[in-house]
């Protein structure tokens, strides 16, 4: 049977996911982690439970990756063992999923061009467009003349106006070196839209709503008739909330400030604002679970640092509904914290009564983990909805497009 391959590179990991085509549905999907660490180098990978031949399993495993190619090759080797035995010759696409496109606004066929489109961004992802360039060198290696396709974090943002992506910094800068916004997590925010105007049953070309991609690493975007026009992320994914690690909005002056005091380097200062700062600086943990736990036991970080998360979300809704102009007909909740958090979720929306956005505390609390629901009192001014993410199910039908499915042909998804 044919079959459809995911990938997504990090810069010590490689994501995997495969997509049966007769019907269209999800199969086994793992990630190989800490490649190139010869003592915690492990391959971890479920099936769901409608997977032919592996419905349900779980499987974890120590094996040794000395880069992406050989990460690929142990990941062919693990499905062909336990899945099967003919996988390679059963591709028919390869997606990929690459943070930074530059000025891409659709996802492409990789060639020689592409590829070296990706090459270019990497100055403004450094820490992971070269691995997605590895797992694309790695694939081309296995799947020979197969095509691949690059799916790009950006590109749904690059229908935001230029007053909203331009900086306030000397125009030659943007003409000279691309310094702009460009905003990230593009694939999710996508999905997103598309799945809340199915359930406000409007077009997504008559969809106007706030996105909540809150994780780890979280950003909200504006959408106004399925398009984006705002988004929190910046020239790189710093910009905006508060994060796990990252410190999201701040002054310029104090980036100057700190290595003046500090005598930080460049890279040094790189590692301060995107891995040691955010909730992990505020209170020691880059986990929202930890950080509810302390704040629930009086520790006097732990509620700041959740006070901070909020608040910051909180504001964005409001500039986004200011930027939509009042013209909201959902806010959306979704990745790891917005998915499955009905407290945060609390948090963030009972302040906005008086702007109109109805929280259901009963409604909240009964959404189920990796379930979709509707939040809002019947008084809410927007529906407010809560969507579990699945940005590689939105790379698979993309990827499908691009290499030529008409979509006649193209199975629905289950």
Not at 245 to 256: E, I, K, M
């Given at each position: 049977m044919s079959k459809l391959l995911v990938l997504n590179a990090g810069s010590s990991s490689l994501k995997f996911k495969?997509?049966?085509?007769?019907?269209?549905?999800a199969g086994i999907g793992g990630m190989f982690d800490r490649i190139g660490d010869g003592a915690n180098c492990t391959l971890k990978a479920s099936a769901p439970p409608h997977a032919a031949g592996a419905q349900g399993r779980k499987w974890e495993q120590k094996c040794f990756a000395k880069d992406h190619v050989s990460a690929m090759q142990n990941i062919l080797d693990f499905i062909k063992d336990n899945v099967s035995g003919a996988f390679v010759r059963e591709v028919v696409a390869v997606g990929h999923r690459i943070v930074h496109g530059l000025d891409i606004s659709e996802p492409v066929l990789l060639n020689d061009k592409t590829i070296d489109q990706i090459r270019a961004a990497a100055v403004l992802a450094p820490l992971h467009n070269p691995p997605g360039l590895q797992g694309i060198e790695a694939a081309a290696k296995v799947f020979q003349g197969v095509p691949q396709v690059a799916v790009f974090d950006t590109a749904f943002h690059q229908s935001m106006p230029p007053h909203a992506f331009m900086y306030g910094l000397p125009y030659e800068l943007y003409e000279q070196h691309r310094i702009r916004?460009?905003?990230?997590?593009?694939?999710?925010?996508?999905?997103?839209?598309?799945?809340?105007?199915?359930?406000?049953?409007?077009?997504?070309?008559?969809?106007?709503?706030?996105?909540?991609?809150?994780?780890?690493?979280?950003s909200i975007s504006a959408v106004r008739g399925g398009r984006c026009v705002d988004t929190s992320m910046g020239m790189t994914p710093l910009e905006?909330?508060?994060?796990?690690?990252?410190?999201?909005?701040?002054?310029?002056?104090?980036?100057?400030f700190m290595q003046k005091q500090l005598n930080l380097s460049v890279k040094d200062t790189d590692t301060l604002l995107?891995?040691?700062?955010?909730?992990?600086?505020?209170?020691?943990?880059?986990?929202?679970?930890?950080?509810?736990?302390?704040?629930?036991a009086g520790?006097?970080?732990?509620?700041?640092?959740?006070?901070?998360?909020?608040?910051?979300?909180?504001?964005?809704?409001?500039?986004?509904?200011a930027a939509l102009e009042g013209q909201v007909d959902a806010v959306v909740f979704s990745a790891g914290i917005g998915e499955n958090s009905p407290a945060v979720r609390a948090l963030i929306l009972e302040p906005l009564r008086g702007m109109g956005l109805d929280l259901d505390?009963?409604?909240?609390?009964?959404?189920?983990?990796?379930?979709r629901g509707d939040i809002g009192a019947p008084s809410s001014r927007a529906r407010l909805l809560v969507v579990p993410t699945d940005e590689e199910l939105c790379i698979a039908e993309q990827t499908l497009q691009v290499v030529g499915f008409k979509p006649s042909e193209q199975p629905t998804a289950q």
């Open positions: 495969v997509f049966g085509l007769q019907p269209f549905a916004r460009y905003g990230f997590h593009g694939t999710s925010h996508k999905y997103l839209v598309e799945q809340a105007a199915v359930m406000l049953g409007k077009p997504v070309s008559e969809t106007n709503v706030i996105t909540c991609h809150l994780g780890n690493g979280s905006g909330l508060l994060m796990g690690t990252r410190c999201g909005d701040l002054d310029p002056a104090v980036v100057l995107n891995k040691k700062s955010g909730l992990l600086g505020l209170t020691g943990s880059n986990d929202l679970r930890s950080v509810l736990a302390g704040a629930a520790e006097p970080r732990a509620a700041l640092g959740l006070a901070m998360f909020v608040y910051r979300v909180r504001k964005y809704i409001g500039a986004y509904m505390a009963a409604a909240n609390e009964a959404v189920l983990r990796g379930h």
